[in-house]
């Protein structure tokens, strides 16, 4: 079992050495040392810097609330893909694939159209959870549930969610907005404010952690419904409980970051190499390793072709994508 | 009295009674066989047992312990439970499977398995005989192995009362007779065992005491020797067969008659 911790804290390593260098990534010349610098005296724990007053601002305001954000959303997603791979026994399953992020884009751009900016996050809760149940009920109207008939019912669901969401757009957004808008859509974390990121830490605290003590029971789903019952488990209430979580958390971070893609797919299944199946390590493991994948993600749409930047989806997409086709090979006898 | 005591035990799914005021007695120490031809209400009633479908009426006493009014953790840390097959898009290790047994007894807090949970899961493999399996992975056994650490796993589990729903299914002759020993083993260590089978030639050969469900209502139950006889075989199950001896163990031997 230390093997277990090993993994996790050099993970944890891992991902602060990342948030770091990402910090240094851009046009303004910084370096590590100015980093830690800059955070500790803002975190109080360095009275004075000889940092300028400029590259502070780069640092705490611009840079560093970004890095957060990327790592707060890759960690929440990576979560919400496996603990809805463990519920729905759906190696496919993810936040993307099952149509839940079409949904809360949809709540998002309805509540931002209306006005409704500051309630975005809860526009795409309750989108993303109606496309979750949407995807349920048509998996259950095709016969059952096995993976392949999810993933196209999350297709259906999310070709759907994705009209709507389009036709919103070309009806009523002009100009500056329709661009703003079709970058969100396509997952950037573009100007990330510092709000930004505490509601994202947040969703990760109050919503992310809780689900992490689930890690045991959710072991018990390997064998199906009856098995898991036959185990202790109120099998009813966990699933509600867990698919209102991932839901829930899901609208919170496309509301900020957008509908952002193949994080909670693929890496659960690289979690999975690395830590073997047991949700009490596997789902901590996939929380830094989704953070890690998804700083670097967002490091590279905004450094590669800088000063032009990338919506970030489409890096975790382009990397993502041939990863996606390498685990339905492993898994072709259940396609 | 020691054992299990199923009284007026009702269930309904569907809008459809498939278990009708069903009692019976599986006593401490013997393995009981619930035989019956197919949709009679086996697998149903044995979830009905253990709670894990709600049961319409009726009650299920085990050593004076009402199952369906027991929180489910409680339950679950004295029955265990046998599916026909388990399988599973996990990729688990043997030991990891048995581990599973041990959730009952785990807290949330907890990172890592305690002493005790390794010890029950080591010996558990043992008992079953699948101590050299425990790294090997799951989906990557025979159905007999896979079979043996499912019931490892219940072992593990440390259940006074074990329900098995056709455990022997899909197994070949070598792996169902390994299972059926093991569960006379079982009960032999003072468990309750309770299981479901189709093949009545080894229902007569393993059980000390049978129940017969025909039509989700029991017809008839006793030892082997008083319940398979050709008269009932006829009735609920609609064939001919005549009764036999087995050769060492004088238990009923059944050789079916050709429908044609």
């Known amino acids: ?335 | 009295m020691k054992g299990l005591v199923v009284s007026e035990a009702s269930v309904v799914a569907g809008g459809k009674t498939i278990v009708q005021d069903v009692q019976f007695t599986a006593l401490q120490g013997h393995v009981t066989g619930l035989i019956g031809p197919n949709g009679a209400g086996k697998s149903s009633l044995m979830r009905a047992v253990l709670g894990l479908q709600p049961m319409a009426g009726g009650t299920a006493i085990f050593e004076g312990m009402d199952l369906l009014a027991m929180p489910r953790r409680e339950r679950a840390r004295v029955c265990s439970y046998v599916e026909q097959s388990g399988s599973t898009e996990t990729h688990l290790s043997g030991r990891d499977v048995v581990m599973l047994g041990r959730i009952p007894f785990q807290s949330v807090w907890q990172t890592s398995p305690s002493s005790d949970d390794d010890h029950a899961v080591t010996e558990a493999l043992d008992v079953v005989g699948m101590a050299d399996f425990g790294s090997r992975l799951y989906h990557t056994l025979s159905g007999g192995e896979q079979q043996r650490l499912q019931i490892a796993r219940a072992v593990a589990q440390q259940p006074r009362l074990l329900v098995l729903d056709e455990p022997t299914n899909h197994l070949d002759i070598h792996a169902q007779l390994n299972i059926l020993a093991l569960l006379r083993k079982r009960a032999a260590a003072g468990a309750t065992v309770l299981v479901s089978l189709h093949d009545l030639n080894m229902a007569a050969a393993f059980c000390d005491s049978l129940v017969v469900l025909s039509q989700g209502q029991v017809f008839a139950q006793g030892v082997p020797q008083a319940v398979l006889t050709p008269e009932l075989l006829r009735q609920v199950y609609q064939v001919d067969a005549s009764v036999l001896q087995h050769p060492h163990t004088g238990r009923p031997l059944l050789a079916y008659d050709s429908p044609l």
């Open chain 1, 1 to 335: 079992m230390s093997g277990k911790l090993l993994l996790a804290s050099s993970l944890g390593l891992l991902l602060l050495a990342t948030m770091i260098l990402a910090v240094t990534f851009g046009p303004a010349d910084i370096a590590g040392s100015e980093v830690l610098q800059v955070v500790l005296h803002h975190l109080g724990i360095v009275q004075d810097t000889p940092v300028s007053r400029l590259r502070d601002a780069i640092i705490w305001e611009l840079r560093v609330p970004r890095v957060l954000v990327a790592a707060g959303i890759g960690a929440g997603l990576a979560l919400c893909g496996s603990v809805m791979q463990a519920l729905t026994r759906n190696p496919l399953a993810d936040p993307y694939l099952l149509g839940l992020s079409a949904g809360a884009s949809l709540g998002a751009v309805l509540f931002l159209l209306l006005g409704a900016a500051l309630l975005m996050p809860i526009g795409a809760f309750v989108g993303s959870g109606i496309a979750m149940a949407l995807t349920l009920f048509v998996t259950q109207a095709l016969g059952g549930a096995t993976p392949v008939r999810a993933v196209l019912a999350g297709i259906s669901v999310s070709a759907l969610a994705s009209a709507a969401t389009s036709f919103l757009i070309f009806w009523s957004a002009t100009g500056d907005s329709y661009r703003e808008i079709l970058s969100w859509l396509m997952g950037s974390l573009s100007g990330a404010l510092w709000s930004e990121a505490l509601i994202v830490l947040a969703a990760i605290l109050f919503v992310g952690l809780p689900v992490l003590l689930s890690g045991r029971s959710l072991d018990a789903f390997a064998f199906g419904d009856n098995a898991a019952a036959s185990l202790g488990v109120d099998v009813g209430r966990l699933r509600w409980t867990l698919l209102g979580a991932t839901a829930l958390l899901t609208g919170v971070l496309v509301s900020i970051g957008g509908a952002i893609g193949f994080i909670g797919l693929i890496v659960p299944h690289v979690a999975r190499l690395a830590s073997g199946s047991r949700h009490r390590v596997l789902l901590p493991v996939s929380m830094l390793l989704g953070a890690i994948v998804m700083v670097w993600s967002d490091t590279a749409a905004r450094a590669l072709f800088a000063p032009r930047e990338l919506p970030v989806g489409i890096v975790t997409a382009l990397i993502g994508a041939p990863v996606f086709i390498l685990v339905l090979l492993r898994y072709r006898r259940m396609t």
